[in-house]
Structure formats: C-alpha cells, structure tokens
C-alpha cells in the first residue's frame, strides 16, 4: 500500500493555494477566436459576389429622399423602378475606409474594450418584453425596477464586457419616458460600455444633453462617447427603413457608435438556403455601412449582420439550434475576411426555463460564434425564450459560460516549460504522482478556470446540502448581488441636475 503522506501534501497545497486567491482572470475577455470556419475561403468570394450583385442589379428599396440624395452624392445612382443601384466601387470604398478596430467606451476608462481583429467579447443585447420572476419562475410582464436591476447585476460580471438594456420597460407610458429612464438606468448602475436604442430620432439631442450633463459640459460626450446606438436602418427584404434613417443622421451627427443590426429571418425575409441567406443578409448590412459611410466617412459602426431563423413547421422565432449557430458563426468569418468588426447573435435560446435545452441552445451557439471569432457576440447573457424573456439567474450562468468559453478560445500553450519533461520524470521516478508538485500549483490558477455555480461535489455531498439545481445555486447568486451591490455612479449634484431637467422615473 503506497504511503499517502505526499497525497495530504499535495491536499494542504492546494488548499494554501485556494485560500490565497486567484492571482488572476486565467482567460479574461478579449480571447482571439478564428479557429472556427464554416466556410471557405472560395465560399467566401461567392458569397461577397452575390451581395455585391444584388446591391448593384437589384439595389436597396424604399429609399427616404434624404438619403436618396446623400448616396447619389457619394456615387450611387437611381433605377428606373425607384430603387437605388450601390456600385462595387462604393461599397468597396466604404469597406476600406471603415474603422477597422476601434473603442468602446466606458465611463470607467478601464473598462474600455477595443473591438476588431479576432477579439471576441460577449455582451447583451435584446429587447425582451418579459421577464422569469425571481419567486415564481413565470413569466411577467418587464418593468423599469427590472431594467435596473438588470444593470447592476450585470455590473459585477466579469465575462460580460458592454451591457444592452435587455428588456423593455412597459410601465413607460410614452415613447420618450422609455429612452430617457432607458438611458438613466444604463449610466446609474454601471461605467461598461453600454448600449441602447432611440425610438424617435428627436429623441437622440435632449439624451445626448443628458450624456453631456454627466460627461462635464456640452459637447464632453461627444468627444469620448460611452454610449453607442442599436439602430436597424435595413429592413429585409433589401430595403430601408425611414424612421430608422432619421436615427442614423442624428446618432452620427452628435458622434455616437452605431451598430447597425440586419435580422432577416430564414425562409421568411430571406431565402432558406444558408447560402443565399448569407447573401442576402451581407448585401443588407453592406447597404447600412455603405449608408454611415455616405454620412459621415470612417464613423465606427459595428458590422451586425445577425442571421436569425424560423422553424419552418410553424414560422416561429427559433434562437437555439445547428442552423442559426453556424449562419452566425459564418457570418461572423466574411465580417473578419472584410477586416470590419464584427457583430454577431449567439445564445438565443427558445427554452422558457432554466434547464437542459436552456444549457444545450446557449453553450453550442455561444461557442460556435466565438470559435468563429465574433467580435461582439450580442444576445450572449440573460436572455430566454426565443428573446422574448430575460432572466436574472440566466445573467449568472451566462456569465460564467462566457468564461468557460473564453478559457477554449485561449486554448494550448506548448513551450519547454509546459510540456514539463523534467517535472514527468520526477513524479514518476519519485512520489508517483502530481497532487502539490511546484509545476501544479503554479499553474493551478493561471491555467484553469474554476466554475463557482457549475456542481462537482460527489452525489452524496449533493444531497447532503439540499440537492440543489444550477438555477438555485443562480438565484442564491443574484440574491446576493442584488442585495448587496447598490452603486450610484453619479454624483450627487450631477443627479440632482438631471432630475430637475428630465422626467426621471427611478424605481
């Protein structure tokens, strides 16, 4: 029988090493995907030729004559049946004159992240009209209460680098209560990168006031903008969308980032074969960037071109599955192949609760648009129920799925030091085994990630303490969190001002 005085060694080692703390984040976000092509490179060119024909031959419908005369300008020229011809000269200049990386923002300078190349970061996104209630685990109707807390929950998760308001607040009893309490929810609980989204174009200046009022004066936010705009000015099939346009002109006139979001449907809004779907939606979200670039040359915009599909049987919404994790993935690999940042959709799940195709949907669509190098993977934390629902527990667990996720894009390093040949020789020659080796813990916290809600406790020690799902070991989480983490990231007399000027709502 071996002795197992070296195995209680090791056991106090690594005990020692626990109690210290993790020295650092083993795989933070920002890890370069890329390892993933659905495509090929041949796929690639036949894809972009096809876009590039339809917005040549085909062209954009339901042009607003503002923009009509802004593309003209920049040398698109109009067909006899109304529609407007974007040439491949065009295009391929807006192409090359786009920011190819730059900054998003956060009011805490550390937590800019800058978003381009193969870095891939998950986020929010979403507009969900409901919410999976805390104590019922039904669905309700969103509130205003839930958009905060929502941001301030998400303002302790290390894996989510930018926040989307995820829900709406439907106790808003107008258009302009909603953005103006949307944006305050989104600047008092968090200094991320955040994003929102304006209803109405007339809406964009009193916000930006408001931007202004906590940035230091008028013209401050302007100059290092911590906000960017979710704005979808294409509407499938090849078309443009008026209200949409009058957002874009004022969103780029006052600096803010855009990212201008294409969502056709498989089969609905554009063809159901992958392949033309892919066509379609690249000449749809070029059309948006060719449009920034008419604007306003080199503005940053965030290339998202989300393929999104329905289930064919019943033309519903369907945002877990094969198909939507790989059009996504690929879509993902042409926006890189372009060298334009990249916006993609991932972990849309159809599951109403927290279970097994909950984790099914979110964990393969996830990986796959990060193995593909998705620059910004939208929809990535909270959401449920085919983007209809959020969840707070579901923040909790996306969160630590993105860090799982992060931990296989950074994947092996191979060096004489990690392939150890001195240290396998003297575990085999010596005490047998690993277990509180100088090579083990010192790798035990750089190299591996340690889930906190995932279970990997022996059956019996399960039962021991209450049999507990995931979902109630989120929900003790958020509990927590929520009970805990109250920040006010504006000052007082900054707060006292934007309440006297706006019509604030605070739950």
Avoid at 21 to 50: E, F, H, K, L, W
Avoid at 89 to 108: C, M, N, S, Y
Avoid at 187 to 216: C, Q, S, W, Y
Avoid at 368 to 397: C, H
Wanted: hydrophobic share 40%.
């Amino acid at each position: 029988m071996s002795d197992p005085k070296p195995i209680r060694k090791g056991r106090s080692a690594r005990k020692k090493a626990r109690a210290a703390g993790p020295p650092m984040n083993p795989a933070p976000p920002g890890q370069m995907g890329g390892q993933y092509r659905p495509v090929s490179d041949a796929d690639i060119q036949a894809i972009y030729a096809t876009a590039l024909r339809l917005l040549s031959e085909l062209g954009m419908g339901e042009v607003p004559g503002r923009l009509r005369q802004t593309l003209e300008t920049a040398g698109a020229h109009s067909l006899s049946n109304g529609r407007i011809s974007l040439p491949k000269t065009l295009v391929e200049e807006a192409i090359d004159q786009a920011p190819k990386t730059f900054p998003l923002h956060g009011r805490d300078p550390a937590r800019t992240i800058e978003v381009g190349g193969n870095a891939v970061h998950f986020g929010t996104g979403g507009a969900a009209v409901q919410t999976l209630d805390r104590q019922t685990r039904l669905y309700r109707p969103s509130t205003l209460a839930d958009l905060h807390d929502f941001t301030r929950l998400q303002d302790t998760l290390t894996n989510v680098s930018w926040f989307t308001r995820c829900c709406i607040a439907g106790d808003m009893g107008t258009e302009w209560l909603l953005d103006i309490n949307t944006a305050y929810a989104l600047i008092r609980n968090t200094t991320k990168p955040v994003a929102t989204a304006f209803t109405l174009a007339e809406h964009v200046a009193p916000i930006v006031h408001m931007f202004d009022m906590l940035a230091g004066g008028d013209g401050a936010f302007a100059k290092r903008p911590f906000v960017k705009a979710h704005i979808s000015p294409v509407i499938s099939p090849m078309r443009f969308g008026a209200d949409a346009m009058d957002t874009v002109y004022e969103c780029l006139a006052h600096n803010i980032p855009v990212s201008c979001i294409t969502a056709a449907q498989a089969g609905a809004t554009a063809p159901a074969t992958l392949a033309g779907f892919l066509a379609q939606s690249l000449a749809e979200t070029l059309a948006s960037l060719v449009m920034v670039h008419a604007i306003k040359p080199g503005h940053p915009m965030v290339f998202s071109n989300w393929p999104l599909v329905i289930d064919l049987r019943t033309g519903a919404f369907a945002g877990g599955g094969g198909e939507i994790a790989v059009m996504n993935a690929a879509s993902a690999q042409i926006i890189n192949h372009l060298g334009l940042v990249s916006g993609v959709a991932a972990s849309m799940t159809d599951a109403k609760a927290l279970d097994a195709q909950y984790g099914t949907e979110k964990g393969l669509t996830s990986l796959a648009a990060a193995l593909a190098g998705g620059n910004l993977i939208y929809e990535s934390s909270g959401m449920t129920a085919a983007l209809l629902g959020a969840s707070f527990e579901a923040f909790a667990l996306d969160d630590e799925m993105h860090g799982l996720t992060y931990r296989i894009l950074r994947g092996v390093e191979v060096s004489d030091d990690t392939l150890d040949y001195d240290g396998i020789c003297g575990a085999v020659m010596g005490e047998g085994h690993f277990l509180g080796g100088p090579a083990t813990i010192a790798v035990m916290e750089r190299d591996y990630v340690y889930p906190s809600l995932a279970d990997r406790d022996t059956p019996k020690t399960w039962e021991d303490t209450g049999a507990l799902t995931s979902w109630d070991r989120a929900a003790a989480r958020v509990d927590d969190i929520l009970a805990n983490h109250h920040p006010s990231y504006i000052d007082d007399a900054t707060d006292a001002a934007i309440r006297a000027a706006f019509d604030i709502r605070y739950p």
